[in-house]
Nanobody, 120 residues
């Protein structure tokens, strides 16, 4: 059974920092691309950051220079370090594990999400 369990969401003041974690089980973690998505109320879900099994990273323009994604394959865990948070970062953050299985299909697994609220 595949499980992705996020943790680390909290209420934080503008300018503050948080680190989210996502612990995976039931998958061959090193071969999966790990993604962090977020969804704010009334908005579409957006990809925030991604990291391949080889460690290549990609970020949404809105978080470049503030957020850092990393992974520890020995612990089957992916992290999202978030700095200089602002109200626009308020959202439910979800972890996604993705592995392409063909040219037109991929396996996707999701966590339950963790709430990040940036407010004074």
């Amino acid at each position: 059974q595949v499980q992705l369990v996020e943790s680390g969401g909290d209420l934080v003041q503008p300018g503050g920092s948080l680190r989210l974690s996502c612990a995976a089980s039931g998958i061959n973690f090193p071969i999966y691309t790990m993604n962090w998505y977020r969804q704010a109320p009334g908005k579409q879900r957006e990809l925030v950051a991604a990291i391949t099994g080889g460690g290549t990273t990609n970020y949404a323009d809105s978080v470049k220079g503030r957020f850092t994604i990393s992974r520890d394959n020995a612990k089957n865990t992916v992290y999202l370090q978030m700095n200089s948070l602002n109200s626009g970062d308020t959202a439910v953050y979800s972890c996604n594990a993705q592995r392409r299985i063909s040219a037109h299909a991929s396996l996707n697994y999701w966590g339950q999400g963790t709430q990040v609220t940036v407010s004074s």
